[in-house]
């Protein structure tokens, strides 16, 4: 019979909080971090009760200098054990900023960034690792998923 009580130390998963932003030309900002080899979505993991879309933006503003509101899930992945945790990655949809919008990265040695940058969507399989790749061009099909906090749109 399986015990009803919840474990003392539930199992840790990662939720990483990542975001799609585009400018006019539709190309994707990308971050550059000094510990992997090519370039990602801005973005990181949630803290523990952290609302994703709130972790979203609490990263993308630290990473790039922008303030946005997210409410829409453009892609779920799930993403198996390796080096890290496993864990569930949500893309939220940053939408498009006006040219000339100014990035602000932190110095390297205290975000560990590289830089920031747009991208033309045709280049991203170039700059990204082919799983991060796969993730943008799923998110960039235009099929959206709301975002719901116990049952309740966000926005």
Known sequence: MRDPRPPAR???????CLVLVRNRRGDVLLV???Y????????????????????????LHAETGLNLRLSQVLALDFTPADRYLER???VFDGGTVRDG????VPPQHRSGLLGARFVPVHEL??????????RVAE??????LPLLLHGQRTV
């Open 10 to 16: 539930p199992p840790v998963t990662r939720l990483g």
């Open 32 to 34: 550059d971090p000094d």
């Open 36 to 59: 992997l080899d090519g370039m990602i979505l801005p973005g990181g993991a949630a803290r523990p009760n952290e609302p994703p879309h709130r972790a979203a933006a609490r990263h």
């Open 88 to 90: 569930l990655n949500l």
């Open 101 to 104: 919008t100014r990035l602000t």
């Open 125 to 134: 399989p170039a700059v990204m690792a082919p799983a991060q790749a796969a």
């Open 139 to 144: 998110a960039l099909t235009g099929r959206d």
